[in-house]
């Protein structure tokens, strides 16, 4: 069975860095895309990206480059979101996501989430 | 990036009736490429349909999708009190995977 356990809440000041992490366990790690989905208090979901894990290649959507890193630990079968400088706006709760797909697109649909991390950034 | 507008903003109906709940993207995201997911308040969404009709593992069969190209729905047969929930479409026929803006289902 698949499971998906991500990293407990946060609360951080803006200007802060962050890393989140999700530890994945039941399939094998390397063949599967695994990423991010942020919802916003009160929101819908919107996807931030996926890694990878067999090549480390990784993929952002247009909103959220250059604002956040993500990245995979083929050896803790581990990925990880993080910012290095936070805003307010980062306040979200950000769920870990595998794609369905063995060694398929970036762009799948996703069959495990995890229970999902509440980041809040306040001064 | 393909935009996905869904309708209504909410739907309430009683027990029993029927749902039907709408998906329109921007594109065409060709016949396949559009899933349903299913989220409850304080718990994380799962997948009910993807490939726009074929249901995910262990999702009752009073819940099917249907639709092609820029036009989907998601049909609740019969509705369980276990349904009330948010309903969120997503497309992953582009590269830039995007999800819809979500259908509530609340109680009448």
């Known amino acids: 069975e698949v499971h998906l356990v991500q990293s407990g809440a946060e609360v951080k000041k803006p200007g802060e860095s962050l890393k989140i992490s999700c530890k994945a366990s039941?399939?094998?790690?390397?063949?599967?895309?695994i990423g991010w989905v942020r919802q916003m208090p009160g929101k819908g979901l919107e996807w931030v990206g996926n890694?990878?894990?067999?090549?480390?290649?990784?993929r952002y959507s247009p909103s959220f480059q250059g604002q956040i890193t993500i990245s995979a630990d083929k050896s803790v079968t581990t990925a990880y979101l993080q910012w290095s400088s936070l805003k307010a706006s980062d306040t979200a709760m950000y769920y870990c996501?595998?794609?369905?797909?063995?060694?398929?697109?970036?762009?799948?649909?996703?069959?495990?989430w995890g229970q999902g991390t509440l980041v809040t950034v306040s001064s | 990036e393909i935009v996905l507008t869904q309708s209504p903003g909410t739907l309430s109906l009683s027990p029993g009736e029927r749902a039907t709940l709408s998906c329109r993207a921007s594109q065409n995201v060709g016949s396949k490429y559009l899933a349903w997911y299913q989220q409850k308040p304080g718990q994380a969404p799962r997948v009910l349909i993807y490939g726009a009709s074929s249901r995910a593992a262990g999702i009752p069969d009073r819940f099917s999708g249907s639709g092609s190209g820029t036009d989907f729905n998601l049909t609740i047969s019969r509705l369980e009190p276990e349904d009330f929930a948010v309903y969120y479409c997503q497309q992953y026929g582009s590269s830039l995977q995007t999800f819809g803006g979500g259908t509530k289902v609340d109680i009448k």
């Open positions: 890694v990878y894990p067999g090549d480390s290649d990784t």
């Open positions: 039941g399939y094998k790690f390397t063949s599967y895309w």
């Open positions: 996501v595998k794609n369905e797909a063995v060694a398929g697109p970036a762009a799948y649909f996703f069959d495990s």
